[in-house]
C-alpha cells in the first residue's frame, strides 16, 4: 500500500535576469508504508532541493504530493499545520540544526509546544521516552547542543523529528557530516526506529554504500531527475544506465586486480550541464561515453523492465558495464 507518492514533482526558482534554475524537474515515485525509499546522485543534482519541497519548506511550481490520502502539495495554512505532525525531516548538518540557545529537552520537546500535541503535562515524559529510544539519558536534557558529540547531536536531530510521532521521516543526508563509526551507528538507530515503531522514509544520500545499508528501493538522480529507479538489490546487482554505473565504478577500490592487471575505472569528464539550460535530449549525454546523436536531441522516458526497474536511457538494456564488478552475475 502506498503511503506517499509524488507525480512529476517541478522546483524551479526564477533568477533576477529572467532566466530559471530547473532544481527539480519532473520526479515521480511511490513509498509503501514501512519502505525506505532512497534518493541518490552527486553533488547538485537535485537531492536535497527534492526533500525541501517533500516538506514544503520550498514550493514546487509544478506536481501532486499525496501523504496518506491528504493533499501534501497544495496544502495551506491550517491544513498545512495539520499535516506536520504526520511528516518531518532529519537535517544534514546536526551542528547547525539545532538552537544554540536551547536545551536539549527544550529542543526536543518544541514541536510538541508548537503544534499542541498532547497534553502539556504528559510532553515532558514523552520527551524523556524518546532520549531514551535514541540512546541518550534523560539527564542529557539539561544540557546545551554544544555539551554533545557531532553524533550525540544527531541523535538528538532523530528524537525531535520523531517526538510528534510522524508517519514518514524525510531524511537529506543525516550521516554525511559524521565518523565512519558513527555513521554506523546512527543508521542501525534509524533502522531500529523505523522497525519499533512503523516508520516510513524517504532517505537522501550521495553514499550508495549507505543507501545500500539501509533502503529497500533507491532512486538515482541527475540534474535534476531520475534517471535509474530500482529495488536496491535489483539496483546493485544489474544498473543498466551508464550514470550508475560511474557512480558505482567511483565507490570501487582502485586497487583491483583482474587477471594479474589492474583494471580500467570506468570515469565520466567534465561537469554537469547548468540547470538554468538543460539540453534538449538526455542531459547526461555530454558526459556519456556511450551517447549517439538520438542522445543529445531526443529526451529518453523513464522506461519499465522486469522486476520495478526503470530507466531513462535509449539504449538500455542494450549496453553493458566496462568492467567486470559492476556486471550481472
Known amino acids: 500500500m502506498s503511503l506517499f507518492s509524488v507525480e512529476d514533482l517541478k522546483v524551479h526558482f526564477p533568477l533576477p535576469s529572467g532566466k530559471t534554475v530547473h532544481a ?26 527534492t ?4 516538506m514544503r519548506l520550498v514550493d514546487p511550481v509544478e506536481g501532486h504530493i499525496r501523504l496518506d490520502g491528504h493533499d501534501l ?27 544554540p540557545r536551547l536545551r536539549a529537552g527544550a529542543a526536543v520537546r518544541e514541536p510538541l509546544d508548537l503544534m499542541n500535541l498532547g497534553a502539556k503535562s504528559d510532553r515532558d515524559a514523552r520527551v524523556d521516552a524518546m532520549f531514551r529510544q535514541v540512546g541518550l539519558h534523560p539527564d542529557a536534557r539539561r544540557l546545551f547542543p554544544h555539551q554533545f ?34 555513521q554506523a551507528q546512527i543508521l542501525n538507530l534509524l533502522k531500529g526506529l523505523q522497525r519499533d515503531r512503523g516508520l516510513t522514509y524517504v532517505f537522501i544520500s550521495h553514499d550508495l554504500a549507505v543507501v545500500q545499508h539501509i533502503c529497500t528501493r533507491v532512486a538515482v538522480m541527475y540534474l535534476g531527475e531520475f534517471v535509474e529507479q530500482a529495488p536496491t538489490g535489483r539496483l546493485f546487482a544489474s544498473a543498466r ?3 550508475t554505473w560511474s557512480l558505482m565504478a567511483s565507490a570501487l577500490s582502485p586497487e583491483r586486480h583482474a587477471g594479474g592487471a589492474p583494471a580500467d575505472r570506468f570515469t565520466i569528464t567534465g561537469e554537469p550541464p547548468s540547470p538554468i539550460d538543460p539540453p534538449p535530449g538526455c542531459r547526461f549525454a555530454g558526459r556519456c561515453p556511450f551517447a549517439t546523436d538520438r542522445c543529445r536531441t531526443e529526451k529518453p522516458a523513464l522506461r519499465r523492465f522486469p522486476d520495478d526497474h526503470q530507466v531513462a536511457c535509449h539504449y538500455a538494456g542494450e549496453l553493458e558495464p566496462p568492467i567486470p564488478e559492476l556486471r550481472a552475475a
Do not use: W
Open 51 to 54: 526533500a525541501r519541497a517533500l
Open 149 to 182: 558529540s557531532g553524533g550525540q547531536r544527531q541523535r538528538l536531530c532523530i528524537a525531535r523529528a520523531m517526538v510528534t510521532s510522524p508517519k514518514l521521516v524525510v531524511c537529506d543526508e543525516p550521516v554525511s557530516a559524521l565518523d565512519v563509526a558513527i
Open 24 to 49: 527539480v524537474d519532473g520526479v515521480s515515485f511511490q513509498v509503501a508504508e514501512g519502505e525506505c525509499f532512497g534518493i541518490v546522485g552527486e553533488s547538485g543534482s537535485g537531492k536535497s532541493t
Open 241 to 243: 544506465h551508464p550514470y
Open 73 to 99: 502539495g497544495t496544502a495551506a495554512g491550517e491544513a498545512l499545520r495539520r499535516l506536520r505532525p504526520m511528516i518531518q525531516m532529519v537535517f544534514q548538518d546536526p551542528f547547525s540544526s539545532l538552537n
